[in-house]
T-cell receptor, first 109, second 114 residues
């Protein structure tokens, strides 16, 4: 099956800093999503981005499907950005999302 | 509020108990999923239902039994679980069909088996 790897695994930032999270996948994908998992376990949809670039406030994402990676940018980070960020992909052949290993982000004052 | 609701939010059960997790979606979707998230592990897909038909069983032990009576409801029946089954169980839904369009998740049920 498809392999999804995220980097870095852990990230500590000071409030106000910017960061880039990466998601690499081993096969062609039809769909890609970024999620933020809050401390209570809820997975919050950030982006549905099979290709191209999208922006939502301080967050933006870019997927380069031909090169099999996606990037999530967080600018001017806030303590509420803390949590685990997952990317998940669908190859279009098995109607299921495969998740990456996640990036655990901690934003400190 | 994602449109996907799971109950209960927390559950503690003994190894000989029988319990059920419930998931309900109000998004008009036709595909529903159960995922398991153990500590320090990525999310693992357990079951997929597409238009009420089970299309994926990811080698899940038979002590977990899913049920999808209609496109809006999904259950996970639990019996004779083991302590290692303690985890966060997440339900999701998406439009349905061969591809996964954007998926939305419930708040999860945190299960502890004692």
């Amino acid at each position: 099956g498809i392999q999804v790897e995220q980097s870095p695994p852990d990230l500590i930032l000071q409030e106000g800093a910017n960061s880039t999270l990466r998601c690499n996948f081993s096969d062609s994908v039809n769909n890609l999503q970024w999620f933020h998992q809050n401390p209570w376990g809820q997975l919050i949809n950030l982006f549905y981005i099979p290709s191209g670039t999208k922006q939502n406030g301080r967050l933006s994402a870019t997927t380069v499907a031909t090169e099999r990676y996606s990037l999530l940018y967080i600018s001017s980070s806030q303590t509420t950005d803390s949590g685990v960020y997952f990317c998940a992909v669908d190859t279009g052949t098995a109607s299921k999302l495969t998740f990456g290993t996640g990036t655990r982000l901690q934003v400190t004052l | 509020e994602t449109g996907v609701t799971q109950t209960p939010r927390h559950l503690v059960m003994g190894m000989t108990n029988k319990k059920s997790l419930k998931c309900e979606q109000h998004l008009g979707h036709n595909a529903m999923y159960w995922y398991k998230q153990s500590a320090k592990k990525p999310l693992e897909l357990m079951f997929v239902y597409n238009f009420k038909e089970q299309t994926e069983n990811n080698s899940v032990p038979s002590r977990f039994s899913p049920e999808c009576p209609n496109s809006s409801h999904l259950f996970l029946h639990l019996h004779t679980l083991q302590p290692e089954d303690s985890a966060l169980y997440l339900c999701a839904s998406s439009l349905g069909g061969r591809e996964v369009a954007e998926a939305f998740f419930g708040q999860g049920t945190r299960l502890t088996v004692v």
